[in-house]
């Protein structure tokens, strides 16, 4: 299978006026939260520039 054939992905359109925004309401007339997952995203970066480093010199020694 191709990298692009692997990467390419099906989606259905959904109008946002069907979707239903879940947070926590930390002030009254709040429209919009903070995902759960925000504090996390940094790590989250952190962890790819890591493997990016490290996978050529794993590839080397396998």
Known sequence: MSAARRFQMEYDRIPATSVLHWFRC????QARGVPDILPALPRYAEVGRVKRVITP???AVL
């Open 26 to 29: 930390d002030r009254p007339g």
């Open 57 to 59: 010199y794993r590839e």
